[in-house]
Structures are given as structure tokens and as C-alpha cells.
């Protein structure tokens, strides 16, 4: 999920330079380069497409650990997961 996120997000921007904060280890270090993409990978040839012309600046924030903006995103990531699972229920 958090590779589709960063994904979507950089669909929407234009060319330009950009600072990305993740609590995913496995995203920062697959995007950096530093390990070896081996599984996904039809979601990292669409990363890589979306990263076209854009630079990227990676920071890793630790998971529950107070981060304002790590919480932010984490509590409405857990909303829509309760949203669509419910929806899933009713079908």
C-alpha cells in the first residue's frame, strides 16, 4: 500500500523536486536503489514511470512514533480500511 500511495501522489505533481517521508523501509530502500526489487514489480515500473522528470528526496520516519504527519496518514489509512471493508460486507 504505501508504494501505490507514494505512486498515486506522484501521478498528480508535475516535474519538479520533491520531499517523500515514509515509514516503510522496504518503499525508501527499493526506490533508492539500495535493495533489489523483487517483488511488485509491476508497481515499480509504474514508480519509476511516475517518477519521470521529478526529483526525489527519500526520508524514513519511524512508524508510532509520535511523527504528527506519520499519525496523520496512518489514522486515515485505517478509516479507509474500515470504509471499504465494510463496503465489501454489505455487498
Same mark, same amino acid.
Given at each position: 500500500?504505501?508504494?501505490?500511495?507514494?505512486? @498515486? /501522489?506522484?501521478? %498528480?505533481?508535475?516535474?519538479?523536486?520533491? @520531499?517523500?517521508?515514509?515509514?516503510? +523501509?522496504?518503499? +525508501?530502500?527499493?526506490?533508492?536503489?539500495? %535493495?533489489?526489487?523483487?517483488?511488485? +514489480?509491476?508497481?515499480?515500473?509504474?514508480?519509476?514511470? /511516475? $517518477?519521470?522528470?521529478? $526529483?526525489?528526496? %527519500?526520508?524514513?520516519?519511524?512508524?508510532?512514533?509520535?511523527?504528527?504527519?506519520? @499519525?496523520?496518514?496512518?489514522?486515515? /489509512?485505517?478509516?479507509? /480500511?474500515?470504509?471499504?471493508?465494510?463496503?465489501?460486507?454489505?455487498?
Amino acid at each position: 500500500m504505501e508504494l501505490t500511495a507514494v505512486i @498515486e /501522489a506522484l501521478q %498528480w505533481v508535475t516535474p519538479c523536486e520533491y @520531499e517523500l517521508y515514509t515509514d516503510s +523501509l522496504l518503499t +525508501l530502500n527499493c526506490a533508492k536503489g539500495i %535493495w533489489k526489487r523483487k517483488a511488485n +514489480l509491476d508497481l515499480w515500473d509504474k514508480y519509476d514511470a /511516475a $517518477i519521470e522528470g521529478k $526529483i526525489l528526496y %527519500w526520508y524514513w520516519v519511524k512508524g508510532h512514533s509520535g511523527d504528527e504527519f506519520n @499519525e496523520l496518514v496512518d489514522q486515515a /489509512a485505517r478509516t479507509e /480500511a474500515k470504509i471499504q471493508k465494510n463496503k465489501n460486507l454489505a455487498q
